[in-house]
């Protein structure tokens, strides 16, 4: 087993600390839960961070109770595992640090702390699972822990927006169950790995497309992507700001579109569903951006940029080609990294402001020099200035779209891309620079520490994560995930020699 | 033949998340998706005239092999089973939290986030 035994670290741990949190919240007082709380989250996310970093380059699978498959169930690693592992440790480990300061103002952050510690436990299964309803039950563990931190702070905003996101993701999760079930009614056993050899060998009969339909629409609920994007514009800014970057950085990429890659493309192999991601993808931009001008919540308007970039990344995969799947998993690096950084910084703005209305902010700069600077970095980013990361990606998807012949999707993610620029600088100029004739009553001060040094560290991985592009780094990180899903072989030579 | 009877089922409960305006309908309608599902998944492990998946002690493994009904779907639905139950457990108390805040459990009414 090559050294992959250390990979249920990434379940147990976080789940283990979930239970010492809350029994520290049940037998001793809530000043205490608190500091254990945060003390505990910063080290179940620093040490897994640190793990991911060892595992690079690593292959294989890890039966667990070394039961073989496929009568038991196992965790499989390859290259596009490890990618989403580290996006998903590393990043919460900053957000973790930025709640540190924020939910202070919050009641039970203790168990904050423990769905926080439950969410990230159910990524990191959904990402490493090797068996169709072991990632089912990951996923559910996943959307129900955000479920429950959306509506946080029980304010009216958050339960509606937590409503409709458990009635949109629940009709998401049952179309998936419901899709395993067929699966299982059909190929006897839930394996991936089998699967994946026993689909490739045979004739594609009718029944399989609709499932893989099925599952689809499931993936597309959980990801937010347009028609199903109803519950998206309302959660995320009705979350508070480390939930929200955490939501729309991690986990719509994790649950939408690292399912979509690994079961539709890898496992199912299925050529023809690059038309139906161009046209959701198509959809998904231009919803987005046009969405994004009439927003005066300064997050609302986040979220609907996230909706337009997931859709840019899923033209970016639609291509089918090498440098479209390469410049689509280097998008969702960048994109996790910029966007978090965005809610982070709005989360700080709302810490001092205490609102979100794009006509009430300005004049940030004067007093908050961290939060701008990160702010400026951030919209920098994700408008696509050179020499910050956003550059690099969008300018492969568009240039990859052009390689590729398609000339109306280069027209498509030009125009999104377009719009994004124009609103993130409008973004900037109004909260930051502009004349504000409400500070009554507002410190004139910055951030606390921790917020701010988790801010400065993911504006400092914008900038140092163009080295993503350079060959000899690249290919250590990304061309493992991207031969994954070039050549669907290599997935079941791991497992069966 | 059965499982379309379990289809039907499940677009009933998809009726009742969708049409209905009460949340405690709304509620209602996903547990009877969640059930549907559960039940699909259970008459996929069936046989006809089978026994029940235990090994007694004077059968064999042969026989038990060819008669017991498939034990998977069965430790798969009971997973299922509970992953409904948390998830009902939570919207029904977000459904009291909406009540106390709202004043009122009509879905129409509950809109102040637009845009």
């Not at chain 1, 380059?57 to 580290?86: S, V």
């Not at chain 1, 986040?302 to 090498?322: D, H, K, P, Y």
């Not at chain 2, 699909?40 to 235990?54: F, V």
Request: aromatic residues 14%; glycine residues 8%; positive net charge.
């Amino acid at each position: 087993m090559n050294g992959l035994t250390i990979l249920p670290i990434f379940i147990i741990f976080p789940l283990i600390c979930v239970f010492i949190i809350l029994l520290f919240k049940s037998f001793a007082s809530e000043k205490t839960a608190d500091i254990v709380g945060d003390i505990l989250a910063l080290l179940v996310a620093g040490v897994l961070a640190a793990t991911v970093f060892t595992l690079i380059g690593k292959n294989g699978i890890y039966q667990i109770g070394l039961w073989k498959i496929p009568y038991g169930i196992n965790f499989y690693f390859d290259g596009l595992t490890w990618m989403f592992l580290a996006i998903i440790n590393v990043i919460a480990f900053l957000t973790l640090m930025f709640s540190i300061n924020y939910m202070a103002v919050y009641t039970y952050k203790s168990q904050f702390y423990a769905l926080f510690l439950l969410m990230i436990t159910g990524m990191n299964g959904v990402v490493l699972s090797g068996d169709f309803f072991n990632m089912y039950v990951y996923l559910e563990i996943a959307s129900i822990a955000s479920y429950a931190l959306i509506a946080f702070g029980t304010e009216r905003g958050e339960l509606e927006a937590a409503f409709k996101y458990i009635v949109l993701g629940s009709i998401g999760s049952v179309l998936i169950i419901l899709s395993i079930a067929f699966l299982y009614a059909n190929f006897g056993l839930l394996n991936m790995v089998y699967i994946a050899k026993t689909f490739a060998l045979s004739p594609h009969s009718q029944f399989m497309k609709y499932v893989i339909i099925l599952f689809l629409i499931g993936f597309f609920i959980k990801g937010a992507i347009v028609p199903f994007h109803g519950w998206l514009p309302d959660a995320h800014p009705a979350a508070p700001a480390p939930v929200s970057a955490m939501l729309s950085g991690v986990v719509i990429k994790v649950l939408g579109l690292y399912t979509i890659l690994r079961v539709v493309l890898i496992v199912f192999d299925f050529r023809q569903i690059t038309g139906i991601l161009m046209i959701f993808g198509i959809a998904s931009v231009m919803v987005g951006s046009f969405m994004m001008y009439k927003q005066e919540d300064i997050k609302r308007m986040m979220a609907f940029s996230s909706i337009s970039n997931v859709g840019l990344i899923l033209l970016a995969f639609s291509l089918g080609t090498r440098l479209g799947i390469f410049a689509g998993l280097l998008h969702i690096i960048y994109h996790s990294m910029m966007k978090s950084l965005l809610f982070l910084n709005s989360g700080a703005v709302y810490y001092r402001m205490h609102t979100r209305k794009t006509g009430k902010l300005g004049g940030l700069s004067k007093f908050m020099p961290v939060t701008t600077a990160t702010g400026v970095i951030g919209s920098f980013s994700i408008g696509g200035f050179p020499p910050f990361n956003g550059f690099f990606s969008k300018f492969l998807i568009i240039y990859a779209t052009v390689a590729a012949g398609k000339y109306w999707l280069s027209a498509v993610a030009l125009f999104g891309s377009f719009l994004t620029m124009v609103a993130f600088m409008r973004y900037m100029k109004n909260t930051f620079f502009a004349k504000n004739h409400n500070t009554a009553g507002i410190e004139k001060k910055d951030v606390p520490f921790f917020m701010k040094l988790s801010m400065t560290l993911l504006a400092a991985m914008c900038i140092v994560s163009v080295a993503l592009v350079v060959p000899k780094i690249r290919d250590r990180v990304i061309t493992p995930a991207v031969n994954v899903l070039m050549n669907k072989k290599i997935y079941w030579n791991t497992v069966l020699k | 033949m059965i499982y379309v009877l379990t289809i039907i089922l499940f677009l009933l409960g998809l009726y009742g998340v969708s049409v209905k305006k009460n949340l405690i309908k709304v509620i209602l309608g996903f547990i009877i998706m969640d059930s549907a599902i559960n039940l699909m998944l259970i008459l996929i492990g069936y046989r006809h005239g089978g026994i029940a998946p235990i090994l007694l002690k004077g059968k064999s493994v042969a026989t038990f092999a060819h008669k017991a009904v498939d034990p998977l779907p069965q430790a798969l639905v009971l997973t299922s089973i509970v992953i409904g139950l948390g998830v009902t457990a939570l919207f029904v108390a977000i459904a009291i939290r909406i009540y106390d805040r709202y004043g009122t459990l009509d879905v129409t009414k509950i809109r102040n986030l637009r845009g």
